[in-house]
């Protein structure tokens, strides 16, 4: 038997649904103990985030308030996956929603999961290769942006500084970094 199958899902409710994510609770019978524990998860949809590479090698980063932190982050453009969008389009939509920019050459880069001890999903990451802008940014209403153009020499930097300090935006660099 492995790890996984010793690890046996009694109960399984839903605590809250809202907006970004579900809250529920899992019941599970501990293997080494042989009794019950609760365990809280987040169902969400899963994410994109977009490396937009420019002709002349810059990256467009995004300015933004995160209300989590109460802090102004640095970071690529990226949302969630709505239903019915694949993480593609999705990473489409978001890049032109969030920079007015769009790309005819898209690259797959990888996946990770955010935080798998309590969250269900999954975050996409694609590089946009020479990306053109087309259109003004269009945010959502609890959304305000920043925009601007570094070179990709600088990521580098930007991360070593701590002026990039999103997980999963280092996460697409790095992946990134294997496929150049």
């Not at 996946?111 to 975050?123: I, M």
Request: hydrophobic share 35%; glycine share 6%.
């Amino acid at each position: 038997m492995n790890l996984a199958e010793r690890w046996k899902r009694i109960q399984s409710k839903t605590v809250q649904s809202l907006r970004i994510f579900t809250i529920r609770e899992d019941r599970y019978q501990l293997p080494r103990y042989h009794r019950e524990a609760s365990f809280y998860i987040l169902e969400s949809q899963d994410w994109v985030n977009v490396i937009p590479l420019t002709e002349d090698e810059n990256i467009l980063l995004i300015r933004q308030f995160r209300f989590g932190i109460e802090e102004v982050t640095l970071e690529i453009p990226g949302g969630i996956v709505e239903s019915g969008y694949t993480p593609l389009a999705a990473g489409q939509k978001e890049l032109l929603e969030e920079t007015g920019y769009q790309s005819e050459v898209w690259e797959y880069l990888g996946c990770v999961h955010p935080n798998p001890a309590f969250l269900t999903n999954r975050c996409h990451s694609f590089l946009a290769r020479g990306v053109k802008k087309i259109a003004d940014m269009t945010p959502e209403e609890s959304e305000e942006f920043e925009l601007i153009e570094v070179p990709f020499s600088e990521i580098k930097d930007l991360i070593g500084k701590g002026e990039i300090t999103h997980s999963l935006v280092i996460c697409a660099f790095h992946w990134y970094g294997l496929h150049r």
